[in-house]
């Protein structure tokens, strides 16, 4: 179990590392959104493999509280946001 969370980790550690690549070199709003939205998914992969690895419960509640703030956050950006000037 430990070596599975162990390269479960090191895979989300470099997907976090491009996704914030992308936060930083995204070419337009919708670009970072998305990106955000990866990180937000990251996160919450990161979260549920220490769940798993600890055999603690108590982690899942604040991985539904994340997927509600990414989706929410998502959501209200997505309507509310101004086209990009080019």
Do not use: C, P
């Given at each position: 179990m430990t070596t599975v969370?162990?390269?479960a980790g090191?895979?989300?550690l470099l997907a976090a590392g491009l996704t914030a690549y992308r936060i930083l070199d995204g070419h337009?709003?919708?670009d970072r959104l998305v990106a955000i939205d990866t990180l937000i998914a990251v996160a919450m992969a990161g979260l549920a493999v220490w769940a798993a690895y600890?055999?603690?419960t108590a982690i899942v509640p604040a991985i539904v509280a994340l997927s509600l703030v990414g989706?929410?956050?998502s959501a209200s950006v997505a309507r509310f946001r101004v086209g990009d000037d080019e």
């Open positions: 969370a162990l390269i090191t895979m989300l337009g709003t919708l600890s055999r603690d989706f929410l956050g």
